[in-house]
Each structure stands twice: as C-alpha cells, then as structure tokens.
Antibody, heavy 122, light 107 residues
Framework: EVQLVESGGGLVQPGRSLRLSCAVSGFTFDDYAMHWVRQAPGKGLEWVSSISWNSNYIGYADSVKGRFTISRDNAKSSLYLQMNSLRAEDMALYYC???????????????WGRGTLVTVSS | DIQLTQSPSSLSASVGGRVTITCRASQSIISYLSWYQQKPGKAPKLLIFGASSLQGGVPSRFSGSGSGTDFTLNISSLQPEDFATYYCQQGYISPPTFGQGTRVEIK
C-alpha cells in the first residue's frame, strides 16, 4: 500500500525550530520529486518547498526562504523539512506530497500524506 | 507570482447534476494546470493534470479543459462523494500557486 506519513508537528514558540519528517512506503521513493505544502486552519493550500529525486534541485516559497530547509534520505525513503525561526504565520497543517515526475518542473502532486499540524504560539 | 482565481467560490448542486468550476490565471500557463479535490479533514487528491489528463483511478465523470489563461473542471453527474472543495494549481512557473478553492455543497 502506498503511504506517506508525516510526523514531527506540535506546539512551538515563535522563533524556535521544528523538524518535520515524511516516511514513504509503497513506491520507489528515489524515482520522484517530493514536496511540502501547507494549509493554515480554514484556509487554502500553499506550496512550501520542493526537492528533486537526487536533491540537486530545490525550491522554496519566498515566505520560508532562508528559514526552512528541505532534504531527503533516499536510503530511508524519507523527506524532511527543517523549520527555523518559526512565526505565527507558519502555523498550518503541513502535507508531504509526491510528484508524478523525478523533477518538479510541472508540480503535479499525485499522492499526499494526511499532514502534521504545526502550532506556533507563545 | 501567477494568481489563480476560481469561480464560483461556492456552489450548491444536486446529486446527478452537472457542475462547472472555472479557474483563470493572471497570465498564460499553457496547459500546466492541475485540479485537486479535498474533503473535510482529508488530504487533497489529484484529479486532473496537464489541464485535461485524468489521474489514474479518478472517475470519468470528472473532466478538465482549457489552455492559456482559462480552465474548467466539469463533473458530469454529481455523486454524494463529490461534495468537497476543489482547487486548481498552476505548474508553469515557480512558485506553483493554487486557486482559493471552490466549495461544492449539497442542494
């Protein structure tokens, strides 16, 4: 069964850090680009970051650039998002998603996890 | 950034009815548009990619069309499980952006 399972969310104070993980099973992880997309409570979808299959290409939304770092470990079939200097506006449900392709040149996200909730509050 | 505007923001429809949702881009995105369905408390699900290609496993009552700046998602015969929020998303230029969503409710 194909699964993407996010973890690592929780309550964190503004300015602190959090590391999200996404464990993948059921498909060949290192064949595909991967993404993080977030959704603030009651709001729409916002792309956060993408990484190609070989980590050679990485992209970030301007809102997180310089604070968040995406990475992957193909040997562990896992995707990560290191989030530093968290702000109230980063509070959201963070989804891990798989691309249809090895590179994210068209951003077709064909499989999504159930998300992990990040709450930023003092 | 490319802005996507969906219309309507919400609609009410009956089971068996036909639904049309439009997505307009602020500039041409050729045909690099996807449609997603999201049910409450669930992750989004890819329905259509490349403006008109049906993702595997998605019922054929869903169809997409359009190119350039104007795109349409059609649901030919609405089923109870189709009541959800639908998002368009462009993949032409980074950053990929989403429309604000269209909520489809039961009439």
């Amino acid at each position: 069964e194909v699964q993407l399972v996010e973890s690592g969310g929780g309550l964190v104070q503004p300015g602190r850090s959090l590391r999200l993980s996404c464990a993948v099973s059921g498909f060949t992880f290192d064949d595909y680009a991967m993404h993080w997309v977030r959704q603030a409570p009651g709001k729409g979808l916002e792309w956060v970051s993408s990484i190609s299959w070989n980590s050679n290409y990485i992209g970030y939304a301007d809102s997180v650039k310089g604070r968040f770092t995406i990475s992957r470990d193909n040997a562990k079939s896992s995707l990560y998002l290191q989030m530093n200097s968290l702000r109230a506006e980063d509070m959201a449900l963070y989804y891990c998603a798989k691309d249809r392709n090895s590179y994210f040149y068209r951003w077709y996200l064909d499989l999504w996890g159930r998300g992990t909730l990040v709450t930023v509050s003092s | 950034d490319i802005q996507l505007t969906q219309s309507p923001s919400s609609l009410s429809a009956s089971v068996g009815g036909r639904v049309t949702i439009t997505c307009r881009a602020s500039q041409s995105i050729i045909s690099y548009l996807s449609w997603y369905q999201q049910k409450p408390g669930k992750a989004p699900k890819l329905l259509i990619f490349g403006a008109s290609s049906l993702q595997g496993g998605v019922p054929s009552r869903f169809s997409g069309s359009g190119s350039g700046t104007d795109f349409t998602l059609n649901i030919s015969s609405l089923q109870p499980e189709d009541f959800a929020t639908y998002y368009c998303q462009q993949g032409y230029i980074s950053p990929p952006t989403f429309g604000q969503g269209t909520r489809v409710e039961i009439k």
